[in-house]
């Protein structure tokens, strides 16, 4: 009798591909071990990409904030609201720093994780981690990765770090650059004419620009909030809004 052609209706059809089951054959500890181990190595090797972006960001904001002072205060006597437009060119660093700050916190914060409650332990030669659900903590960020800390948080971190000082010194330069360029100011009749730009802007405009922009830097430094001294309070934040998220889906 011949064989069924492939195309016949008389052909079995293939049976589904098996999913894994980790569940019928549990894993081993070398095999647990190994596995951490490499999630370690790949999560600080993203943790270093992302530290090495913040560096860059922040060399940009002092190269740009050096290359506006060379030129404020060089021939030919520049307007001092060049000062002011490099302050926005640092801020629009600043932004893109506090982004980039975020997504490093994600990996930081893993390997944090695992350093505390698997190497800590091992080194101490006392397996018991501190914290009994951080596998699943993990394992919840892998699965729906999640920002550690607010956008408000990283940009008051990153100004109060890095650019507070960067800031401060163009506020200095902007001070001289009116007072004593193109010579020394004896009068406050100069320095409003200065400031006005010989009559294309109001004399207090560039005032105004700079006490706004340093109010809303004090609202950040007293207002925002700070970086948590103990990582596991917006893990466990993180933990229980997926909880809950996840039992309302079931109902």
């Avoid at 059809?13 to 951490?36: M, V």
């Avoid at 001070?175 to 730009?197: I, M, Y």
Wanted: with cysteine; net charge neutral.
């Amino acid at each position: 009798m011949d064989a069924p052609s492939p195309d016949s209706p008389e052909r079995l059809p293939s049976s589904p591909p098996q999913r894994a089951d980790y569940e019928s054959t549990p894993l081993t500890r070398p095999e647990y071990i190994s596995a951490i181990v490499h999630l370690y190595r790949g999560e600080l090797h993203r943790a270093n990409a992302w530290r090495l972006r913040l560096d860059q960001t922040t060399n940009w904001a002092v190269l740009t904030a050096a290359g506006v002072l060379t030129y404020s205060f060089g021939d030919g006597h520049p307007s001092p609201w060049s000062i002011i437009a490099g302050l926005a060119i640092v801020t629009l660093f600043l932004f893109i720093e506090a982004r980039r700050f975020r997504f490093a916190d994600v990996w930081r914060s893993r390997v944090r994780m695992i350093e505390e409650n698997f190497y800590g332990p091992i080194l101490r030669r006392d397996p018991v981690s501190p914290a009994a659900q951080w596998g699943t903590f993990v394992a919840t960020d892998l699965f729906r990765p999640r920002f550690k800390m607010s956008a408000t948080t990283a940009l008051r971190t990153r100004l109060l770090r890095n650019y507070l000082p960067m800031y401060a010194v163009l506020a200095v330069a902007f001070a001289l650059k009116v007072g004593t360029q193109p010579t020394t100011a004896h009068s406050w009749l100069e320095v409003r004419e200065r400031l006005g730009g010989e009559g294309i802007v109001p004399w207090w405009a560039p005032l105004s620009v700079l006490g706004a922009f340093a109010a809303g830097c004090l609202a950040l430094i007293v207002f925002g909030r700070r970086t948590s001294s103990y990582d596991l309070d917006d893990w466990t934040f993180e933990l229980d809004d997926e909880i809950k998220n996840g039992a309302e889906r079931d109902l």
